[in-house]
C-alpha cells in the first residue's frame, strides 16, 4: 500500500507541470511548457506514456536518495523539502528580475 502510495504521489508531481502546460497559468505557463518540450522527447506534440514513465523514473531516482530502489517517508520529505527550497530561490530570482 505505501508502494502504491508513493507511486500515485510521484505520479502527481509529474503530472501536474504537463496539464498546466495548455492553460498558461500565470507565472507557470512558462515552465510547464518547457517541461512539456523537455518530456515529448520524440518532439510529436504529445507525451506518450513511455515518455511520462522515462520522467517519473528520473522523479524516483531522484528520491531514492540510497539507491536502494524504493522511497522512504524521509526520503521523500527530504526531496520535497529540497524542492520547496529550489521553488523558493527561483521564485526570488523571478520577483526580483520583475522588480527591475
Known amino acids: 500500500m505505501k508502494k502504491l ?3 500515485t504521489a510521484l505520479a502527481v508531481m509529474v ?4 496539464a498546466m ?3 498558461g497559468s500565470k ?3 512558462k515552465h510547464a511548457e518547457k517541461m512539456f518540450e523537455r518530456n515529448d522527447t520524440n518532439g510529436d506534440g504529445v507525451i ?3 515518455e511520462f514513465l522515462v520522467s ?8 531514492d536518495a540510497d539507491g536502494n530502489g ?3 517517508k524521509d526520503e521523500a520529505k527530504a ?10 530561490a527561483m521564485k526570488e530570482k523571478r520577483d526580483s528580475k520583475s522588480a527591475e
Not at 15 to 18: A, G, N, Y
Not at 56 to 63: I, Q
Request: hydrophobic fraction near 30%; aromatic fraction near 8%.
Open 27 to 29: 507565472g507557470h505557463g
Open 56 to 63: 517519473a523514473e528520473k522523479k524516483f531516482d531522484e528520491m
Open 70 to 72: 524504493s522511497v522512504s
Open 15 to 18: 503530472s501536474v507541470p504537463f
Open 21 to 23: 502546460a495548455g492553460e
Open 48 to 50: 506518450s506514456k513511455s
Open 79 to 88: 526531496h520535497h523539502s529540497k524542492m520547496k527550497d529550489k521553488w523558493k
Open 5 to 7: 502510495t508513493i507511486l
